[in-house]
């Protein structure tokens, strides 16, 4: 008999972004090894909390998805900005979740739920115990420690709480599977026994992921013709200290032969508009969203892509996903990351 997977996941394809590729891909390397998956997730609206015109008319729907099997809840889509409008939303996907996670007819063997946001993992544990199967707990991002250190969170009642939800659910699951080795450390801490921690980095489809030939045309209606490009492709979110990238542009304004480029939506994109209107930067290009399937021709243009996360310890204990797809590019990195992440770009000689 297959052994069949329940992933919960807030994020999924159509959308976009580190957390929906990581769950797609996982699924289907263990459909690939024989196992049954069923995903429960929110219908696509990261990160400008649009949901797409196919299934804007559904609080509930089950599908098929490239094989794996799909179920897609009530979520109050929200734009990847603005902190309580996305706790409504991870709420909301929270409870839908567990209802639809519970009265999922097939019987399940285990159950995978992906962090962040943290309200996943308290839904995933709910389903398992009701289910009465085994919870995994997949860590991509600590929470809540990255939220407070970004300053989203300052409440010390709630970090308590949600301190204590967060160790209560390490100790529950059977396993923690952390994105970066340097996790470890911090779940020991904890009191968490090594035995129970499995690291499960980032990678990419070399399938999927192939450099191609500069596209020339691209260039050139993007004004970045006879430039240097360099580039910050992915979300525009509160951790990435892009405002620096606007800050050397300006120090390079005076620079015709070099040229920045920002592609993709996020937290910070209005801000930085509004930043580069003030700097009166000519230098510099904003494209708001890609589809998949373009984002090679904006990687062909591009001699230089940059890695960039505020300076704060718990970015330190990560490694930005889009790393790997910056090598398999075959693209050279500016990373202004410490930490685990630097080790990788160094130990690849790729920065």
Known sequence: MPLKILLVTEYFPPEIGAGSNRAFELSKRWIEKGASVTVITGFPDYPDGVIPEEYKNYKFLKEEYQGINVIRTYTVAAPNRGFLKRVISFSSFMFSSIIQGTKASRKQDILIATSPPFSVGIAGYIISRLKKIPFIFEVRDLWPESIIQLGQLKNKFIIKVLESIERFLYKKSIHIVPVAESTTAVLKKKGISKSKITVIKNGVNLNEVIP????????????????????????????????????????????????????????????????????????VCFIKKVEKEKIASYYSISDILIVSLKDLPIFKKVIPSKLFEIMAFEKPILISVDGEARSVVESANSG
């Open 212 to 283: 191609q030939q500069k596209d020339s045309e691209l260039s050139v209606k993007l004004g970045l013709n006879r430039k240097t490009i360099i580039s910050y492709i992915g979300t525009l979110g509160l951790s990435h200290a892009l405002d620096k990238v606007l800050e050397t542009a300006k120090l390079l304004s005076n620079k015709n032969e070099v040229g920045f480029l920002i592609v993709g939506d996020g937290a910070e994109r209005e801000n930085l508009l509004k930043k580069s209107q003030q700097y009166d930067l000519q230098n």
